[in-house]
């Protein structure tokens, strides 16, 4: 099964700032999502980065906000732009081989604003 | 609406018993239902998948089963353990190279 390597795996920043998340998988996968989790909360869906092109948004979340990066089949970067204290939550890097293929999970940054 | 839900958003069981978790979903068409454990400060990790034809499958102390008339999944901890505890998730598989649709997720506490 892919191994999904994040950091940082943690960070305090300042209200105006942005950070860059990195996400390497150790395998090349076919897809990558990212996803933000309020602790003891559900998993939401950011985007799915798509290797050589934009990425593709779920509803409530935007280009400006979240650009996505993917350059090759095994890593992603999620920037989170001109952050507030409401960014702050967990972001996780998924991957996956195709459907009917298990979703393999990095264990996350979890982001602070203050 | 498309929905996905689990149940109960807590269970508390003795040790040693059985934990049955479910998963229930409306206006999909799955063509997998696969579950994940997720532990505090980590990300979720893939336990069991099954498919739209297969009825039950099972590994080791676990037991998933999946209805798709009844568009159900059941999952079990059998002679659950203390260190079972933590938040279990469905999630469907659609068709295609889409993300999978997660669940709230069900948090279990083993008591010893």
């Known amino acids: 099964s892919a191994v999904i390597s994040q950091k940082p795996s943690r960070d305090i920043c300042q209200r105006g700032t942005s950070l860059t998340i990195q996400c390497q998988v150790d395998s090349q996968v076919t897809m990558m999502f990212w996803y933000r989790q309020q602790p003891g909360q559900s998993l939401t869906l950011i985007a799915t980065a798509n290797q050589g092109s934009e990425a593709t948004y779920e509803s409530g979340f935007v280009i400006d906000k979240f650009p996505i990066s993917r350059p090759n089949l095994t890593f992603s970067t999620l920037t989170v732009s001109n952050m507030s204290p409401e960014d702050s939550s967990i972001y996780l890097c998924s991957a996956r081989a195709g459907g009917g293929q298990p979703q393999h999970f990095g264990d996350g940054t979890r982001l602070s604003i203050l | 609406s498309q929905k996905i839900e689990q149940n109960s958003e807590a269970l508390n069981i003795q040790e040693g018993k059985t934990a049955t978790l479910t998963c229930n979903y409306t206006n999909y068409s799955p063509a997998y239902l696969q579950w994940y454990r997720q532990d505090p400060g980590r990300g979720p990790v893939f336990l069991l998948l099954?498919?739209?034809?297969?009825k039950e499958k099972r590994k080791e102390r676990l037991k998933v089963t999946f209805d798709t008339t009844l568009k159900q999944s059941l999952f079990h901890i059998t002679a659950s353990q203390p260190a079972d505890s933590a938040t279990y998730l469905c999630a469907l598989d659609i068709r295609g190279n889409t993300p999978l649709v997660f669940g709230k997720g069900t948090r279990l506490s083993v008591i010893a």
């Open positions: 099954i498919r739209e034809n297969e």
